[in-house]
C-alpha cells in the first residue's frame, strides 16, 4: 500500500503508516504521563512475548532496561527482569536448555498480565 503512493499523496503517509502498524498490532501510542507511559510499555511488550510476536529474549530485555530500571524495578516487574538476566547471561553448562529459559519467560509475561487483568476486573 504504502510502496505504491504518487508523490502528491505523501503527506498520507504518517497516517497510513500509523494503520498499517495498527492492523499488524504493533501500534504503541503510550500515555502522556512519563510513568503511566512506562507502565504501558511494560504491559504492551509483555503483551508482544505472551501472543509469539516478540522473542522472548529482546522483549524481557526491554522491559528490563526500557521499562524496570526508570520505575525503579518494581516487585511486579521482577519475574521478567529474571527471565531477562536468564537468558542475557545463559550459558549450556547451567544444564537447563535455552528454549525453557525462553518458555519460562512467556509464562513470567502471561502472569504478569494475568495479574493487570485481575486488577483491572477488581475496578
Known sequence: ???????????????????VLEELGLLFRPPADPRAAKWAMAYWVAGQIADGYLDPVAGTHLIWADVAY?????????????????????????????????????EAAKHFLSKRSAAEAGD
Open 1 to 19: 500500500m504504502l510502496a505504491g503512493l504518487l508523490r502528491s499523496e505523501e503527506p498520507e503517509v504518517p497516517a497510513l503508516f500509523d494503520q
Open 70 to 106: 526508570d520505575l525503579g524495578y518494581p516487585e511486579e516487574l521482577e519475574p521478567l527482569v529474571h527471565c531477562a538476566h536468564n537468558l542475557d547471561g545463559w550459558e549450556e553448562s547451567w544444564g537447563v536448555p535455552f528454549e525453557e529459559l525462553n518458555r519460562e519467560a512467556v
